[in-house]
């Protein structure tokens, strides 16, 4: 198995852990706001949608941050394997959320992914720009 793959993995793995995690937490802090049955208030969903989009972000920062000189690549294939899963979790749980919430998550998880890889070679590359702003 290449580095290109493991850090897709491993990238994967921390963007999985950090998804869940929240909804965890939600779930717990707030038993009511992701029910079983029946959609979340538009509100939640959005909230949703802010912490998915960050744990793309991270996940993209931790696959290039394994991959130097091919961040990029690495963020498109990681954001391409996040969008190939969040399709099939919305083509076979379509009932969880409304239509609405299934596009905007697909349509944000490559380009915020690829955003966290670009970052992080643009850190890697240029360290004052990126802390001096």
Do not use: C, K
């Amino acid at each position: 198995m290449g580095r290109p793959l493991v850090a897709i993995l491993i990238g994967f793995v921390v963007a999985s852990a950090i998804a869940v995690g929240a909804d965890a937490a939600i779930r717990s802090l707030f038993p009511s706001a992701l029910p079983s049955n029946g959609y979340p208030e538009a509100a939640w969903l959005s909230i949703v949608l802010v912490y998915v989009a960050i744990a793309a972000v991270v996940g993209g920062i931790v696959a290039a941050h394994l991959t130097p000189g091919r961040e990029t690549q690495t963020g498109l294939e990681l954001g391409g394997l996040m969008l190939v899963t969040g399709l099939a979790g919305a083509v076979a749980r379509p009932h969880t959320a409304p239509l609405w919430y299934h596009v905007i998550s697909l349509a944000l998880v490559l380009p915020v992914t690829v955003a966290g890889a670009r970052w992080r070679a643009r850190l890697r590359t240029h360290p004052r720009a990126v802390r001096d702003g």
